[in-house]
Structure formats: C-alpha cells, structure tokens
C-alpha cells in the first residue's frame, strides 16, 4: 500500500505558484516552450498533426458537399498515449462530417500526486500541439472547465466505486483501504473529472460520448457522468490482436458482453473452415508461438506432452483438478463477481476445500502474465491459506516453465474465474466451473454456479463422477462454435491499435480511411463507435 509522505519544499512552493494565475505558463514560455520533462511528452502528435488536419479537413470538405448530417461527439482521454490515439480519432470523425470535441484531462500517469503548477504548464504545452487541429475539432480541457459543485448521491457512489477499482487494479489486490493516499488520490481525480463533465454535459448534450475503457480511472468517472445523464456512450479497448478494437455501447467495453453476439449467431453453421482457423489458434497458443495478427504469445515454452509435465510436478494418477488464476486486481476481473464477493476469497475457500480432498490432486496455476508485474502473487495468497502445502496440492508459479496445456492434458475438471482457459477446458472436454462473470459463461458449455451452496455442491456432484461430468461431444462443438465467434467475430476492424499506434498510422494513414478499400474495412466499426446499436445478424 502507498506511504503518506510530506511534501518536501519544492513540492509546496509548487503547490503555492500552481494557484496564482499565469505561474506556470510563463515558466513553461520562458523554458522554450517545449514538453515538460515529466514524462508527458506528444512530441510525435505535434509532427504528425498537420499532416492529419490536412486529411481531416479534405475529406470534411467532400463531405459537406453531400448535405449529411452528423453525429455531436464527445471524444475524451487521458494520459499522452491515449491522448494521441483520441486526437487522430477526433479528426477520422471530424473529416467524415460529425461535431468532434476532444476533452482532456493532462496526466502522465495515474497513481503518482502532480502540482496544479505542473499540470497547468502540461495545459499550455497540449494546447499548443493541440492548435492546427482547433479549426476542426473543439478542444476542450476538463481541467480547467466549470464543474458542478456537487454530484449527485448516484452518481458520487458509482465513482466511488471507480476508486475502489482504480486501487485494486494498481495494486494488484482486492480489499481496498479507503483511508489510504492512493484511494484517496483516485476518488479526488475521480470526482474532479465526474463533476467537469457533469457540467460540460449538462450544457452541450452531445449525442454520444466515445472514450476507453469505461471502467477505471478517470475514463470510468467519466463514463459515468454519462450514463447518469443517459447520454449514450461508447467505450472501445484494444485486445490481442492488430487491427481489432473491442467496443462497447453504455456498458464497460472490459465486460466483454457477449449475449447478444452469440444470441444472433450461435444457432448459424459452424463452419469447417472456421473451425480449422479456431485449430490453428489454439495450435499457436499451444506451441508458445504467434498466429497471424496476434502479438502476444501466451505460454513461456511450447508444450511438452501431459506425462512430462505429470513427472515434472509429481503427480499421480489420481484425478487432477486444475485452477487457473486470474491476476488479481486485473482489469478482466474487476467488477465480475458473482457470488464469491471477489477473486481472492473463492480461490481460498477453494484451496481449503481441496486440502481436506486427498483424493484428488489439486493444482493452482499462477497466472504467466504476474511474471511481468510487481503486486502480490496467487501464491503468496496460497501460502498465506495453507502454510504447508498439503501432499495433494500443487502451485505452478507464473515463472514456472510448465506450459498451462500440458496441465489442460492432464486435468479431469477444470475451475476458474474469468480466466480464457476455461473456454480452451471445455474445447478439450473437460467439466468446468466458472466462478466470475467471464463472457462465456452461460454459453452453454461450462457449469455456472449463482452461491456457495451450489458451487460446493456442483464441485461434489464433478468429484462423484468425473467421467460423467466430461462435456457431451455437443457441449464441445459449442465450445469452439462459440471461440470462434469470440476471437474472430467479436473484434471489429480498425485501422489503428493503441500498442503499435505509430507504426499503424504510417502503415494506414488518416486520409486512407476515406478510400474504398479504407470504407470497405472500416465504415461499420465507425458507425458502432457513433453509438449505432450493433446488427450481430448482419
């Protein structure tokens, strides 16, 4: 947890300057005008921005031309990274004939205190890379906006609960201390940019607002505010794959909610060349290697067989159990109970069902991806549950080199909370627990239960009988019908992933949006983005 700590001279005189007017943007002129040296830095958005301004008006030329009237949109970001990526956004809408306002909030990062005298200067810098872009696109700072003066009871609850999830994200845990400096931090910036937007909305009632994420940070405050007003919105992310982008319309694009999708789609023809590209997938992810447009691999070694990992950790031939762990605090897990209260407590009331279990091996795989961060473990969660391993459990930490589908090859019943694994289960067969609210549960292949109650008595009936519990080869059809749809049909086209965001707009710059072939690709993903319902039976 974050230390409070004093702020040193520097800090305070900082503080003190940041609250005379024109302080800090005559400091930022007198130091030439360049980015602060603060890690907030758009020097790349200030070349490329003329060239897009350029674009954007000679296609907002031809479209006025056609009489067509627009969309009133409200693009917001924060953080450089995704200022740039909403700036170029703003204009692909300006130049195809909709009233763009970019809205920003100026920080660099999320979880560190800055001065009101740092940010003012980071104002005066966005505004200047900003200009060639203000003929065609309103700019509008929500940090120095009028602001409601208070929020409405509903609506200060949901941003609280924002700041709960902002912590547990950055920390990597689940129970929040509110009295802490970064809750605290969080729910101040939180309820800030609540109440700048509150205003601005009230006043200009756009007719969509479009924005990442949707859950946490100041994009989930945001988002928010309005939805309180009912104002739709649209909240978009990047997944694993180029050219991909997840959308969403009035709810968190993080949710990944898939009903309607598979509602319109899962009764179509499955298709064996559909198949064969869920095949070679799962193949690729398998073999710790890259598939097509993906850029991540998912495992640390190809898979070695089920037998040698069954040496490699000491198992028997009594039946195997496999739990496989989110990261806690993980944005895919935020928000996703259903029963369990959170993560956490399920994988503990788990582990100390299976301690008192000999019969059955109980293995816990770490999530792979904690090797990259720096919050509490899964297993520090385990040995703080059960001290001593009990001679039937098993932890495969995330830098261990097993490969997680030589565990799947081995394992007779698979539990996990909203982890991907547990579709990749149920596409081998095997009887799977969902615990969390992922997008596959309720497909029609896992087993979901709403209690305690009857997630220990599901776990039981499993256990009774595990050959009996194994999916019908129905079950398993559906499976990989349904991974399909998810991996191929779910993301849409669009031109610019926020991971290569440079190198995809040299590879497909702005004017070529308004190509044919830039049309053919993308026009629908634009029209979603604008708030249009999505037509899953097209």
């Known amino acids: 947890m974050m230390e409070r700590r004093v702020p040193n001279t520097r800090e305070r005189l900082k503080g003190w300057l940041g609250s005379l007017p024109l302080t800090a943007e005559l400091d930022w002129s007198l130091r030439g005008r360049k980015a602060p040296g603060d890690g907030f830095k758009l020097e790349e958005l200030r070349a490329a921005l003329p060239g897009w301004c350029a674009a954007a008006s000679a296609a907002a030329g031809a479209v006025a031309q056609q009489a067509t009237a627009g969309h009133k949109v409200l693009v917001f970001a924060t953080l450089h990274y995704w200022i740039s990526h909403a700036t170029l956004l703003s204009l692909a809408l300006a130049g195809s004939g909709h009233q763009t306002t970019l809205a920003w909030l100026p920080y660099a990062a999320w979880k560190e ?153 899962r009764d179509r023809i499955f298709e064996e060349a559909q198949r064969a590209q869920v095949q070679e997938l799962f193949a690729s992810r398998q073999a710790a290697d890259l598939f097509h447009n993906f850029y991540r ?45 959170d993560m956490s407590t399920w994988l503990r009331r788990s582990l100390a069902f299976f301690a008192q279990r000999p019969e059955v091996q109980f293995v816990l795989r770490v999530h792979p991806g904690e090797k990259n961060l720096d919050g509490p473990s899964v297993a520090d969660l385990v040995h703080t549950q059960l001290p001593e391993l009990p001679e039937n459990v098993r932890v495969v ?32 067969g095997l009887p799977v627990i969902v615990a969390g ?41 559906t499976a990989w019908h349904y991974a399909y749809r998810f991996f191929f049909d779910y993301p849409q086209p669009f031109p610019w992933h926020l ?40």
């Open 113 to 265: 205190p800055v001065s009101r005298f740092d940010l003012r200067r980071r104002e005066a810098y966005l505004r200047q890379v900003l200009k060639p872009a203000a003929g065609l696109i309103g700019l509008q700072s929500f940090l120095e906006a009028p602001a409601a003066m208070e929020l409405p009871a509903e609506l200060a609850e949901a941003v609280e609960q924002v700041s709960v999830m902002d912590t547990q994200y950055t920390l990597q845990v689940e129970e929040v201390d509110k009295t802490s400096q970064l809750f605290q931090l969080r729910a101040q910036r939180n309820r800030a940019a609540a109440a700048a937007a509150l205003a601005w909305l009230q006043a200009e009632r756009p007719d969509v607002v479009i924005l990442p994420n949707g859950l946490i940070l100041e994009f989930g405050a945001i988002f928010q505010a309005a939805r309180y007003l009912d104002i739709p919105v649209v909240s978009y992310e990047f997944g694993e794959q180029r050219e991909r982008i997840w959308l969403a319309r009035n709810q968190p694009v993080m949710l990944q909610e898939t009903d309607a999708l598979w509602a319109s789609r």
């Open 297 to 341: 691999r998912w495992q640390n070694l190809p898979a070695e067989g089920g037998e040698a990992v069954r040496a490699k950790l000491g198992l028997d031939q009594r039946p195997v159990v496999l739990l496989a762990a989110n990261v806690i605090g993980d944005s895919l897990t935020l928000g996703r109970a259903t029963f369990t209260g």
């Open 397 to 428: 930490a995330a830098g261990d080199p097993v490969n997680t589908y030589d565990l799947v090859a081995i394992a007779d019943l698979g539990l996990v909370y909203t982890t991907t694994v547990g579709l990749e289960m149920a596409m081998s």
């Open 437 to 477: 609210r992922t997008h596959y549960r309720g497909k029609g292949f896992t087993k979901d239960p709403g209690s305690w109650d009857e997630y220990f008595a599901v776990l039981e009936t499993c256990l009774a009988d595990l050959p009996a519990a194994r999916l019908t080869p129905e079950q398993i059809d």
């Open 499 to 538: 991971l290569h965001f440079w190198t995809d707009v040299e590879a497909r710059p702005l004017e070529t949006l308004w190509s044919a072939e830039g049309l053919a690709n993308y026009a629908a993903s634009f029209e979603y983005l604008l708030g249009q319902p999505f037509d899953w039976d097209a």
